[in-house]
């Protein structure tokens, strides 16, 4: 609230109030935003200002997260009180939190939907579904050029020049190197048939390098340079026949840098990995992010794009309802509507759907899983790795999951390709890059002790006193 001009020290001194409180207040307060103002403004200039659809959004995914198992029945923090000597967070699940995330990420879609909101998606000439412009554009694309997938946009201060120029981009455009990509994303997505790397059908290799040229049916011209080549021979296979979304997402050694005209050099002292004379300069681990990367940016030509910043997209919405509704309602029917969304999210990404009915082992449209609720379960989380990877979200998925001890992409080594190998023998091999640590209070930040020394009303968060 607002505090009063005429307030005393002591009116600030306020300690923590129990989880549920809070998010009971900004339920209220969200949804009663969202039912005074407009889904879309008229007026173009006010496009950014806080909407209907915006205010959904937040409010969804905040319940989403209040219904987690950090904070829902977590027995971590059973015994963790405010200065008054009540239970910051609710020892006991409460399963009714899952219905109230389901209804409210359900709520939005309606909303968003009933507005003009949907799934950004380009097709070719002949009116096909072109997955490789879907997935690139909608992060690049605005709401002035018809990307309406974009439920909360930041249209001031985005930093996406920063992005560009010290993350994305190499020495060579002066650019920093600074943002790479981990083994861990790279293993994440699917293959061209839409199976994760490790399932038998997928057909996927680490062994040697393509002999051919991928080539599909896509005006997209970021794998080669040349339109519709995706790979070109000679790449190691471990990044071929993979799905659209990887080739959007990740720069590897031998893909296409547009500005450039050229492949990424990654090898030791190759022109993208100058180790010798920068090493803080170079890729650690032999990949770049390549995702929300507009790939004709060119400082050297003054070429930079004004992109569209966004927190928030439609597809976020669609596979948090997929999670809520699965983990809320644990009947077939409701699992049928789970994997409705995720589908939509697939389809749009170029991959096979998934459907209970048993299918063969070559059915090109879609894979069968199980119809239980851990089966779904499985297959929300891995979708929701790769589409909404590099965009904020994954921390918070493994946070709310209570994961991170579980994830290896988090604790102990974490690898890439061997940034020091100076040719192909030695540069593909997994190795280790960096060695994580996570210790359980990890999950809050921590209170600094001059606020809580400030402050006697607040208590230190759970574990950093341990």
């Known amino acids: 609230y607002i505090t009063p001009s005429d307030f005393t020290l002591s009116d600030l001194m306020v300690g923590q109030r129990p989880f549920d409180e809070v998010v009971s207040y900004c339920?209220?307060?969200?949804?009663?935003?969202?039912?005074a103002l407009p889904a879309i403004y008229?007026?173009?200039?006010?496009y950014g200002r806080i909407n209907k659809i915006m205010a959904l959004t937040v409010r969804?995914?905040?319940?989403?997260?209040?219904?987690?198992?950090?904070?829902n029945g977590n027995e971590w923090y059973k015994d963790f009180r405010n200065k008054e000597g009540e239970l910051i967070f609710n020892p006991t699940y409460d399963h009714n939190k899952w219905v109230k995330a389901a209804e409210a990420c359900k709520l939005c879609?309606?909303?968003?939907?009933?507005?003009?909101?949907?799934?950004?998606v380009e097709t070719g000439p002949t009116g096909e579904l072109d997955p490789f412009m879907s997935t690139y554009n909608v992060h690049i694309k605005k709401w002035s050029e018809g990307n309406r997938e974009i439920t909360f946009p930041v249209t001031k201060g985005n930093a996406y020049f920063n992005y560009f120029l010290y993350g994305a981009s190499t020495r060579d455009f002066s650019g920093g190197n600074g943002q790479g990509v981990y083994q861990g994303l790279v293993d994440a997505f699917f293959t061209r048939n839409g199976l994760p790397i490790d399932d038998r059908r997928s057909n996927y290799s680490e062994e040697g390098?393509?002999?051919?040229?991928?080539k599909r049916n896509t005006s997209w011209s970021y794998g080669t340079g040349k339109e519709g080549e995706v790979t070109a021979a000679g790449i190691y296979n471990m990044y071929c026949n993979r799905e659209p979304r990887?080739?959007?997402?990740?720069?590897?050694?031998?893909?296409?840098?547009?500005?450039?005209?050229?492949?990424?050099?990654?090898?030791?002292?190759?022109?993208?990995?100058?180790?010798?004379?920068s090493p803080h300069d170079a890729p650690q681990n032999g990949y770049l992010v390549r995702k929300s990367l507009c790939m004709t940016d060119n400082k050297k030509t003054g070429v930079?794009?004004?992109?569209?910043?966004?927190?928030?997209?439609?597809?976020?919405?669609?596979?948090?309802?997929?999670?809520?509704?699965?983990?809320a309602y644990d009947t077939p029917e409701a699992r049928e509507q789970c994997l409705a969304y995720l589908n939509k999210v697939r389809e749009r990404a170029g991959v096979r759907q998934y459907t209970f009915d048993v299918v063969s082992d070559q059915d090109v449209d879609y894979i069968h899983i199980d119809n239980t609720q851990d089966a779904v379960r499985k297959v929300v989380k891995a979708e929701r790795r790769v589409e909404l990877c590099l965009e904020n979200n994954r921390w918070y998925d493994l946070r709310r999951w209570k994961d991170v001890e579980n994830t290896p992409d988090m604790i102990g080594d974490n690898y890439g390709m061997n940034s020091e190998g100076k040719d192909a023998k030695e540069f593909f091999k997994r190795t280790v890059y960096q060695t994580r640590v996570w210790k359980r209070c990890y999950y809050w930040m921590p209170v600094y002790i001059d606020e809580y020394e400030k402050n006697p009303n607040l208590v230190q968060a759970p574990f950093w006193l341990d």
Not at 27 to 34: H, P, V
Not at 109 to 120: R, S
Not at 250 to 256: A, D, K, L, P, T
């Open 246 to 277: 990887f080739y959007n997402a990740v720069s590897f050694h031998g893909s296409w840098q547009e500005c450039a005209k050229r492949p990424y050099d990654f090898f030791y002292n190759g022109k993208d990995n100058i180790r010798s004379s």
């Open 42 to 46: 008229d007026d173009p200039s006010k």
């Open 109 to 120: 879609i309606d909303e968003a939907e009933k507005a003009g909101y949907k799934l950004y």
């Open 209 to 214: 390098f393509s002999e051919n040229v991928d």
């Open 27 to 35: 339920d209220g307060q969200m949804l009663e935003a969202a039912n």
């Open 60 to 71: 969804s995914r905040m319940l989403l997260f209040a219904a987690s198992p950090l904070v």
């Open 304 to 327: 930079h794009t004004s992109r569209q910043g966004f927190t928030y997209r439609l597809a976020f919405t669609y596979l948090d309802y997929a999670e809520a509704n699965n983990e």
